[in-house]
């Protein structure tokens, strides 16, 4: 079990030397306390959020719920601030206007439980929706084993946190709107669809009613998961098998690496905390694996045997070079010019020296 508590804070004059944090309001006391931030003795990373109690599906909804949002002012996730919203009613006796910055509630809109009863929605009506970090994190392993077959598997898991699906709360808000909305649009409220799970769908929600656009129970879920971090099936081949293969033993295997999660429906990465914003999840692995063993003896047999064909292979290079050698010595240039290319007998002599008389008398040669 995870725990993190703020031991020890610097004075600074506050309860709990508290830094950052809301006011929210405590029905257990009727008061408002200061909760989330850092404080002393108290665990940080919890999340506050409105609670969704309904949608407003028909005429009769929407007379019923008198109140006013002004959480709908706020800026919130995407970067605008709202327009106030209040009831048909209320708009009506107070003489509200949209150019004052108000706008009416409507069929389809959220209908956000008031929890100190004042019938204003507002900071003050946020509740724990949970921690940012799992309470529990841990893993076991399994073996099952059957006639040469080996399953072997690892699971990870993580319990007693929340987290926020931040992108089907920004797609199904039009947060920017030339961007598709995910699968969830076709459970938007709409008059034709008046028993769907979620409320309308309009452009720039964050501009409107913000149905979407606040931290509420819709989107931060339990990220409670069960991963499957690593599943290996592996076959041991019979011994009288790979007794001909010359082998001791012959494993074959193939193993996945993080192959999925159950978890909540909205969460592609559970293990992540706080919001999820298009992550990349943890990639998909399948490794194929072989795991030969042999024996000494037989490990030694065939290295007498490479050895062997070793010197062969030598003996024949050797023998191959010398024969090259010996033919090559019996080679000379064209040019060559040795002891038995001289004269070898008188008229050979003679007719050298009839040959250099005749060119000296042909050139002209002044001595």
């Given at each position: 079990m995870e725990q993190n508590t703020v031991?020890?804070?610097?004075?600074?004059?506050?309860a709990n030397n508290r830094q950052?944090?809301?006011?929210?309001?405590?029905?257990?006391?009727?008061?408002l306390i200061w909760v989330s931030g850092f404080q002393e003795g108290q665990e940080w990373g919890e999340v506050f959020g409105f609670v969704s109690d309904g949608i407003i599906r028909t005429p009769e909804d929407l007379a019923s719920y008198n109140k006013t949002d002004l959480a709908a002012g706020q800026v919130w996730f995407n970067g605008s601030a709202g327009r106030r919203v209040a009831s048909p009613k209320i708009i009506t006796e107070r003489n509200l206007t949209l150019a004052g910055g108000w706008l009416s509630t409507q069929l389809g809109d959220m209908k956000w439980k008031d929890i100190d009863n004042n019938d204003t929605i507002d900071t003050r009506d946020m509740v724990s929706l949970g921690r940012q970090l799992p309470?529990?994190?841990?893993?076991?392993?399994?073996?099952?084993?059957?006639?040469?077959?080996?399953?072997?598997?690892?699971?990870?898991?993580?319990?007693?946190?929340?987290?926020?699906?931040?992108q089907q709360m920004w797609a199904l808000a039009s947060a920017q709107g030339e961007f598709n909305p995910t699968d969830?649009?076709?459970?938007?409220?709409?008059?034709?669809?008046?028993?769907?799970?979620?409320?309308?769908?309009?452009?720039?929600?964050?501009?409107?009613?913000?149905?979407?656009?606040?931290?509420?129970?819709?989107?931060?879920?339990?990220?409670?998961y069960l991963a499957f971090r690593e599943v290996t099936l592996s076959?041991?081949?019979?011994?009288?098998?790979?007794?001909?293969?010359?082998?001791?033993?012959?494993?074959?295997?193939?193993?996945?690496?993080?192959?999925?999660?159950?978890?909540?429906?909205?969460?592609?990465?559970?293990?992540?905390?706080?919001?999820?914003?298009?992550?990349?999840?943890?990639?998909?692995?399948?490794i194929f694996g072989a795991n030969v063993t042999f024996n000494l003896n037989q490990i030694f047999k065939i290295l007498e045997k490479m050895k062997t064909l070793k010197y062969y292979i030598y003996t024949l290079v050797i023998l191959?070079?010398?024969?090259?050698?010996?033919?090559?010595?019996?080679l000379v240039p064209e040019d060559y010019f040795g002891n038995e290319s001289f004269w070898q007998n008188e008229a050979q002599v003679n007719n050298f020296m009839v040959g250099i008389h005749k060119q000296?008398?042909?050139?002209?040669?002044c001595l």
């Amino acid at each position: 079990m995870e725990q993190n508590t703020v031991l020890k804070l610097p004075f600074n004059g506050n309860a709990n030397n508290r830094q950052g944090g809301q006011q929210v309001f405590d029905p257990k006391t009727g008061q408002l306390i200061w909760v989330s931030g850092f404080q002393e003795g108290q665990e940080w990373g919890e999340v506050f959020g409105f609670v969704s109690d309904g949608i407003i599906r028909t005429p009769e909804d929407l007379a019923s719920y008198n109140k006013t949002d002004l959480a709908a002012g706020q800026v919130w996730f995407n970067g605008s601030a709202g327009r106030r919203v209040a009831s048909p009613k209320i708009i009506t006796e107070r003489n509200l206007t949209l150019a004052g910055g108000w706008l009416s509630t409507q069929l389809g809109d959220m209908k956000w439980k008031d929890i100190d009863n004042n019938d204003t929605i507002d900071t003050r009506d946020m509740v724990s929706l949970g921690r940012q970090l799992p309470r529990w994190t841990g893993g076991f392993n399994t073996t099952f084993s059957f006639k040469g077959l080996t399953l072997l598997t690892r699971f990870d898991f993580g319990l007693g946190h929340i987290q926020q699906d931040f992108q089907q709360m920004w797609a199904l808000a039009s947060a920017q709107g030339e961007f598709n909305p995910t699968d969830l649009v076709k459970d938007t409220w709409t008059p034709e669809n008046p028993n769907a799970s979620l409320p309308r769908y309009v452009w720039a929600d964050q501009l409107n009613t913000k149905n979407f656009d606040r931290p509420s129970s819709m989107f931060y879920v339990p990220s409670d998961y069960l991963a499957f971090r690593e599943v290996t099936l592996s076959y041991s081949l019979p011994v009288s098998l790979i007794r001909k293969l010359k082998m001791s033993a012959l494993n074959l295997s193939v193993t996945g690496q993080n192959l999925g999660y159950i978890t909540h429906k909205m969460l592609n990465l559970p293990e992540r905390t706080g919001a999820q914003n298009s992550a990349y999840i943890i990639p998909t692995q399948v490794i194929f694996g072989a795991n030969v063993t042999f024996n000494l003896n037989q490990i030694f047999k065939i290295l007498e045997k490479m050895k062997t064909l070793k010197y062969y292979i030598y003996t024949l290079v050797i023998l191959a070079g010398i024969s090259s050698c010996s033919d090559s010595l019996d080679l000379v240039p064209e040019d060559y010019f040795g002891n038995e290319s001289f004269w070898q007998n008188e008229a050979q002599v003679n007719n050298f020296m009839v040959g250099i008389h005749k060119q000296m008398r042909t050139t002209n040669l002044c001595l």
